[in-house]
C-alpha cells in the first residue's frame, strides 16, 4: 500500500480502500442476518452509521437501528436508536439536539432531561425508538423546548451559567 509520502499516492486510492472496507462489513453482515433463523420474519431490520466532523475536527461515526454487530455476529432487538442525532452548544447559551425519529406522531414521544442526560423514548406499535444523550455542559431542565415535526425532534436547552461567588472585600485594619 502506498503511503503519503509517496509519490504514487493518491487520495481517491484511501477513498477506495475505505469504501471496499465498508462493503466486506456490510456482505458480512447481510449474510449473518440471512443465517439467522432467531429473527421474527416480517419484522424490519435496521442498520446504519452516520459520520460527523466535531468542533474539535475529529470524525465521529455513530450507529443507529435494531440490529449491530458484534464479533458474534449480529445482535438484534424491538428498540432502535433515532436515525441522526446531532448536539450543537451554541453561541447563544443554548443547547439544541436533533434526533430523526420517522414514524411516530408527536404524541408518542417522550423527552426526560436532567443536567448532564437528555433521554428520548417513543413507542408505537410498529416502532420503539430509545436513546440516552449525555451532555458536556450543563443544561436546565426546566428551560426546555420541544418540537417535533416530519420526524425530526428538535429540542432547545438553557445552559446553565457558571455560578459565580458573589463576594465582599473585607478591609484589613
Not at 442526560?117 to 430509545?130: F, G, N, P, Q
Request: aromatic share 8%; proline share 6%.
Amino acid at each position: 500500500m502506498w503511503r503519503r509520502r509517496d509519490p504514487r499516492w493518491n487520495i481517491f486510492d484511501e477513498f477506495d480502500r475505505e469504501f471496499g472496507d465498508i462493503n466486506d462489513m456490510l456482505e458480512r453482515m447481510l449474510r449473518t442476518v440471512q443465517s439467522r433463523t432467531d429473527l421474527e420474519p416480517g419484522k424490519p431490520l435496521v442498520y446504519g452509521f452516520s459520520m460527523k466532523v466535531g468542533p474539535d475536527g475529529i470524525p465521529h461515526i455513530e450507529q443507529f437501528g435494531n440490529i449491530r454487530p458484534s464479533a458474534s455476529g449480529m445482535i438484534s432487538g424491538d428498540v432502535r436508536e433515532p436515525y441522526s442525532c446531532n448536539i450543537i452548544d451554541s453561541e447563544k447559551n443554548n443547547l439544541c439536539i436533533t434526533a430523526e425519529m420517522p414514524g411516530i406522531t408527536k404524541e408518542d414521544v417522550k423527552v426526560d432531561a436532567t443536567e448532564d442526560m437528555v433521554t428520548l423514548k417513543a413507542e408505537t406499535k410498529d416502532r420503539k425508538y430509545y436513546k440516552e444523550i449525555p451532555t458536556e455542559s450543563s443544561i436546565d431542565p426546566d428551560s426546555a423546548k420541544a418540537k417535533y415535526n416530519n420526524g425530526v425532534l428538535e429540542l432547545t436547552f438553557k445552559l446553565k451559567g457558571e455560578t459565580k461567588q458573589k463576594g465582599k472585600r473585607i478591609r484589613v485594619e
